[in-house]
């Protein structure tokens, strides 16, 4: 008998749990208590989750756009003011700041790990700059060397992105350790979840208590006589969420370990693929999470590059299409848009318009795979590039 199908690729699905989430969840529901005031899941998971990262403190939230929005409003943005965002991330890097009433001004990324351009940051800096935010693009950290320059000759605060960088380093450094403050996200996607969740990392205590405040609708912590002492809202998690981010936790040190060793087989192969050039990777980045398998086909049109990501997932590849530039977004325009056309900023972002167009990720539970799969599915990018 011939076999002329070929075998399906099986990759590992996402997400993973077994008998550590079941226990946990458990241990969550039988406490009786399920909010984080009664219960002791979120405290726990908040020392875990800051340890993990060389923070002081941590403040879990209801996901990664309130972390943001949260993470800004303590740093004083509001209205009058701008943040400096890179044009190439998911659309709640500048939502969070339109939120607040604050505009969002996007700049270029760099052509090789899709994070913030600095000299592009530098170039947008106002009096109004109140913030710049960079993106940690799949877990690639930005140039925190050259920013923490940047920003302090600038006066302002930097907020990391951390959406796609739990456990990533940056020269030996983890995130928490850099001395800014982080925002990550515990969607459903994320390289650890609970279907939805976000956290705050913060080095400086007032900074985190100010938080804390503001996320619980302004009532301190033991309060019960409702003395709302500054403007909130609920960004509270709950128990159950936080008992699923502890068992989560306790596995990203070894599917990172996999992913590391699978990437570079990857990319490996899809360099050599005609047209297919995969994101570049800053050595000083000394330990990538790889939140998503990113690859350009560097010319083709955003249809073509549409048709490629279809045909993949005909083939069983995760593949999805990159980000869209913030700005050719309608969302973006809606509020506290910046005074400048679509155009403008188009004309000063020419590398985010090229992965506009150009740019599909793969799912990280590609990199879950084996060694096999990463030629498998280096195959089959090869084969649909060339056809499509
Ligand atoms: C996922 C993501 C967020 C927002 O996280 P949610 O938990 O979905 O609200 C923010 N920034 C980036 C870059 C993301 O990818």
């Known amino acids: 008998m011939s076999d002329s199908s070929p075998r399906p690729l099986d990759l590992p699905v996402w997400p993973q749990f077994d008998d550590t989430e079941r226990a946990n969840l458990l241990r969550a529901l039988e406490q009786g208590q399920w909010w984080r005031m009664g219960g002791s899941e979120v405290d726990s998971f908040e020392r875990e989750f800051a340890e993990y990262h060389g923070a002081p403190h941590a403040l879990a939230v209801t996901n990664g756009t309130h972390a943001l929005e949260l993470a800004l409003q303590v740093m004083g943005v509001g209205p009058g003011a701008e943040v400096i965002v890179p044009a190439f991330t998911f659309i709640s890097s500048s939502q969070a700041v339109q939120r607040l009433g604050a505009v969002a001004v996007p700049v270029d990324v760099d052509l090789d790990t899709y994070c913030v351009d600095v000299a592009a940051a530098s170039a947008a800096v106002t009096s109004r700059t109140a913030a710049i935010m960079p993106v940690h693009m799949a877990g690639q950290m930005s140039d925190m060397d050259a920013l923490a320059k940047l920003a ?125 050039v995969p994101q570049g990777r800053d050595e000083r980045c000394d330990r990538k999470p790889h939140y998503m398998a990113m690859f350009r086909l560097p010319g083709v049109t955003e249809e073509r590059r549409n048709a490629v990501v279809d045909e993949l997932v005909a083939r069983g590849v995760p593949a999805f299409a990159g980000f869209r530039a913030i700005y050719r977004c309608d969302a973006f325009w809606e509020t506290a848009a910046p005074e400048e056309s679509v155009e403008a900023i188009a004309e000063r972002c020419p590398n985010t318009e090229k992965l ?29 590039v060339g056809r499509v």
Request: proline letters at 3%.
């Open 356 to 384: 506009n167009a150009d740019c599909v990720w793969l799912h990280h539970r590609t990199l879950l795979g084996t060694e096999e799969q990463m030629h498998a599915v280096a195959g089959i990018v090869a084969e649909v």
């Open 152 to 276: 302090a000759d600038a006066g302002v605060p930097l907020l990391q992105d951390a959406a796609h960088a739990h456990g990533a380093r940056w020269r030996g450094k983890k995130v928490g350790e850099l001395g800014s403050v982080s925002a990550f996200s515990f969607q459903n996607g994320k390289l650890m979840t609970a279907g939805e969740g976000g956290a705050v990392l913060f080095s400086d205590t007032e900074l985190y208590e100010a938080a804390f405040l503001r996320h619980s609708c302004g009532r301190p912590r033991t309060d019960r006589h409702y003395r709302h002492e500054v403007a909130g809202s609920n960004f509270r998690i709950n128990e159950f969420t936080a008992s699923v981010l502890r068992a989560q936790l306790s596995r990203l040190d070894g599917q990172i370990d996999t992913r590391e060793e699978r990437w570079p087989v990857l990319a490996g192969q899809l360099a050599r693929i005609p047209g297919v």
